[in-house]
């Protein structure tokens, strides 16, 4: 383990700016009534609760894919990967998490490779449980070239209640496999594109966690 892995705070840095916000208004409002206060009180932790970046211990090789998100396994499938990456249109092995508001939503990478593309695209807040939000919701999407030269896609989708998908790496950034590379703000879902010839290692139900789960094996 690194040394900045060992100085990370359990806690997201993107989490505190909201607690701060919930916690001030819960003092405020002391006076006012304790009752909403108290509400307000709850809510910070659960905030910073929502906001937990917990270690993971990640298996490091190259031909697993591993889970980009905590959560539980609603689809898996062949799909084209979203229209605006810069890839040929062709079909892909899709496995697709989907997150509730309890899971972390700190993503990491299935792989180790090199950050190729990273696409915003603005759309709508459909519940991410649902197969067409992969088509109509707000998404961002990551191209990962592994040092093989094979393509991994994955696509952070918004949900119902997520208003906002944070990218913490650029393009041509080097990602590890496990690396934390994005996050999600409360409820939402992933999809991570393969070749289709990745043998599935888990099924539609399994709970999976980020950076440890394993989602499929490529055959390389």
């Known amino acids: 383990m690194n040394q900045t ?6 806690i997201h840095p ?5 607690a701060a916000i919930s916690l001030s208004l819960s003092i405020i409002l002391i006076a006012a009534s304790q009752i909403v206060s108290a509400v307000g009180f709850v809510l910070t932790f659960f905030i910073l609760w929502f906001f937990r970046d917990p270690k993971r211990n990640t298996p490091q090789d190259s031909n697993l894919i591993i889970s980009s998100a905590d959560g539980k396994v609603c689809l898996i499938d062949e799909a084209y990967p979203p229209q605006e990456i810069p890839l040929r249109e062709e079909k892909m092995k899709r496995i697709c998490v989907f997150m509730n508001v309890f899971n972390v939503h700190v993503n990491r990478s299935p792989v180790q490779g090199e950050a190729e593309h990273i696409i915003y695209k603005e759309g709508q807040f459909l519940n991410a449980s649902l197969d067409k939000a992969s088509d109509k919701n707000e998404r961002s999407s990551l191209v990962i070239k592994t040092e093989n030269g094979t393509q991994i896609v994955v696509v952070q989708i918004a949900g119902l209640i997520a208003r906002r998908i944070l990218s913490f790496i650029s393009p041509s950034n080097k990602l590890s496999q496990g690396e934390r590379f994005g996050l999600i703000r409360f409820g939402s879902r992933v999809d991570i594109y393969m070749p289709l010839d990745a043998i599935e290692k888990c099924k539609v139900g399994d709970k999976v966690v980020a950076g440890e789960s394993i989602l499929a094996e490529l055959q390389l």
Do not use: D, H, I
């Open 5 to 10: 892995e060992k100085r990370r705070s359990y």
């Open 14 to 18: 993107e989490g505190f700016k909201f």
